[in-house]
């Protein structure tokens, strides 16, 4: 039974070592792992950065083309009511006037 003791203590030492080698091994990779991980990232942070301020970029533009536009509509929208404006209060003292010399004859 010793040297089958012998034989057994020898292959646990044996695979104590592998197992060694192998944990340092996938360790190592690990941190490399990680490492290019966290390089991968930065770099994708990066490239969502810089697309999200041209974005932000671009919206601010289109919102201020708008902007533009609607001072535009709400002028022409002004000019017209009051032309409206003014043409109902002519009507009505034309039509107030008249009812007037009618009243008065």
């Given amino acids: 039974m010793s040297s089958d003791e012998a034989q057994r203590n020898g292959l ?21 792992f990680g490492v290019q991980f966290e390089k ?5 942070d990066a490239k969502f950065e810089k697309r999200f301020v041209e ?3 671009k919206f601010e533009k289109r919102f201020a083309e708008a902007d533009v536009k609607m001072s535009q509509m709400q002028a022409t929208l002004i000019r017209w009511m009051f032309t409206f404006f003014i043409g109902t209060v002519v009507t009505l003292a034309t039509l107030f006037f008249s009812y007037i010399q009618v009243l008065i004859k």
């Avoid at 991968?40 to 994708?44: C, D, H, L, T, Y």
């Fill in 12 to 32: 646990e030492k044996s695979l104590e070592v592998h197992f060694g080698a192998f944990k340092e091994y996938v360790d190592k990779r690990l941190v490399e």
């Fill in 40 to 44: 991968r990232f930065v770099e994708m």
């Fill in 55 to 57: 974005m932000d970029a």
